[in-house]
């Protein structure tokens, strides 16, 4: 769409206001289209925190699950705080 925009403006088939609100246009479809994607996608992550489980880490304190082994010792940190 932002390329057929600038096709026309070099063309001179249409004017710089048409091209600069259908160009405005496009790139906020685009920013609202992501937007979407990275809610879809914080909303799975948050859905299926470990796809495999067996390598989580549980803390013995509170049963939180540490993906990494490091994560869970920095967070058995906040135990002792």
Do not use: W, Y
Request: with cysteine; hydrophobic share 35%; glycine share 4%.
């Amino acid at each position: 769409m932002v390329q057929r925009c600038l096709d026309n403006l070099e063309d001179g088939r249409t004017s710089e206001i048409f091209v600069a609100q259908t160009c405005f246009a496009s790139v906020s479809e685009f920013e609202n289209n992501h937007i979407v994607a990275l809610q879809e996608k914080r909303a799975h992550h948050k859905e299926n925190p470990f796809i495999n489980n067996t390598t989580a880490h549980v803390c013995h304190m509170c049963g939180r699950q540490c993906a990494a082994a490091i994560g869970l010792v920095s967070h058995l940190q906040s135990h002792k705080r």
